[in-house]
């Protein structure tokens, strides 16, 4: 899922790059590259899945095609919920963690 939401971030932005734009354009495409990459390397993925999120709710607010950018959107703050997964740079540096749902005890509101 990483892989897909960065290489949905990165591509649009490496199109505009190269289709020569401003200097703040090019600017925020770079950092759009750069937090895609990031998000591919599994580097701080809550804070870089955030800030996709929200970059990808402003675009599809203000862009002609929103579905693309609502569905980034959606997988970048599923991301930053969820985390970056086993095969990432913050499972090798702060450790894989794994979520256990336990037994649920039925009885415990019964009376004895």
């Not at 759009?32 to 402003?58: D, Q, S």
Request: no cysteine; proline share 6%; charged share 15%.
């Amino acid at each position: 899922m990483r892989a897909v939401a960065g290489a949905g971030l990165i591509e649009p932005a490496i199109r505009l790059l190269v289709g020569g734009t401003s200097i703040v354009s090019a600017a925020l495409d770079v950092l759009a590259i750069g937090l895609g990459l990031l998000l591919i390397a599994g580097v701080w993925t809550p804070i870089v899945a955030t800030l996709i999120a929200v970059g990808a709710l402003g675009t599809a607010i203000s862009s002609p095609f929103p579905p693309r950018w609502i569905l980034l959107a959606a997988m970048a703050a599923a991301l930053a919920l969820i985390g970056p997964g086993a095969w990432s740079v913050d499972a090798r540096w702060f450790g894989w963690r794994r979520l256990e749902i336990g037994k649920r005890d039925n009885n415990r509101d019964a009376k004895p």
